[in-house]
């Protein structure tokens, strides 16, 4: 039989070294895959080298770098910063003012009606 009549029946002949090849076939794209990947690998690092020459010469940072000292710089209270934790209030600074209010309140309660005295009391 012909070679195309045998394909289109299916009884195509059986290489004995069919599985040996494939499994060769399979190990040189592996191997190619391995040495694309390393030719990849020394290009960054070729650009990354040069990127840190650029960097180097014009004083500019890595955008890790910059993330980090900003949030350094936020964990860091700032003096006179918006958002720098309170102080403790000091003895006798609170009091006085609330007792100024009570007094002011007792003054001009002296000066209303009697009726108007009576609500406010309450």
Known sequence: MDFVMKQA??????????????????????????????????MEAEREKVRQQIRDKYGLKKKEEKEAEEKAALEQPCEGSLTRPKKAIPAGCGDEEEEEEESILDTVLK???GPLQDMFKK
Do not use: S, T
């Not at 009884?11 to 694309?36: F, G, I, N």
């Open 9 to 42: 029946l299916g009884e195509e002949e059986k290489d004995p070294d069919a599985q040996k090849k494939e499994e060769e076939r399979q190990e040189a794209l592996r191997q190619q895959e391995e040495e694309r990947k390393a030719k990849h690998a020394r």
């Open 111 to 113: 000066y209303l009606p």
